[in-house]
């Protein structure tokens, strides 16, 4: 199986890697629209800031590529909320694919949210074997609220999308490859997506 990790100078690459690695896959880096569009899987990871990494990826065309692609593609962190329509911050145009606006948590709250938190209402092969309540790794300041794409809900001030499903595409807000046994289930049920 060729998974391919987008590369546009914004993901915590080295953590997404050995995740796959520890589950036997080799995950290629790439920035080429044909590698990625001749992946088995895509996993368009984000850590940062929404605006400049919008920015890198309409630089590279990878804004036009990322939306066309037919294979199963997991959007990580910022990759899921890049997937939605826009982002509070940095007043940023996302792509369009998921069907909710990003939004800011509150100052009720401590933010970013760092930690561990449940999740809950799973609706997805994405989380076959994995259990209500399990606990990821978030950390982020900016959310989904839930939507007709949720697909798992997390609980933060208020209750708001830990993960999207539109077609074949998949957004998590929090981090798999960070989220000990139940994020190796995770990455393992993307792949065995049909």
């Known amino acids: 199986m060729k998974l391919v990790i ?3 100078g914004a993901g915590n690459i080295q953590s997404i890697k050995f995740a796959f690695k520890r589950l036997g896959y080799e995950a290629v880096l790439s ?28 630089a590279s065309g990878l804004d036009k590529i990322i939306p066309e ?27 369009g694919i998921f069907d909710t606006d990003v939004v800011r948590f509150t ?17 997805s092969a994405l989380f076959k074997d994995v259990i209500e309540k399990d606990h990821i790794y978030l950390v982020h300041s900016y959310y989904a609220p839930i939507c007709e794409e949720t697909i798992a809900v997390t609980d933060y001030e208020l209750a708001y999308s830990s993960a999207l499903q539109k077609d074949n595409f998949y957004g998590v807000q929090f981090h798999p490859e960070k989220s000990s046994k139940v994020g190796a289930r995770i990455l393992k049920n993307f792949l065995a997506l049909q």
């Open 107 to 123: 100052n009720s709250v401590k933010v970013p949210q760092i930690g561990w938190n449940q999740i809950t209402n799973l609706k």
């Open 69 to 95: 692609l037919k294979q199963p593609v997991l959007g990580i962190c910022l990759g899921m909320q890049l997937m939605c329509h826009t982002s509070e911050e940095g007043n940023t145009k996302g792509l």
């Open 31 to 58: 920035d080429k629209a044909e590698e990625i569009k001749a992946a088995d899987r895509v996993i368009f990871p984000g850590v940062g800031e929404a605006s400049s990494a919008m920015n890198k990826l309409k």
């Open 6 to 8: 987008v590369n546009y």
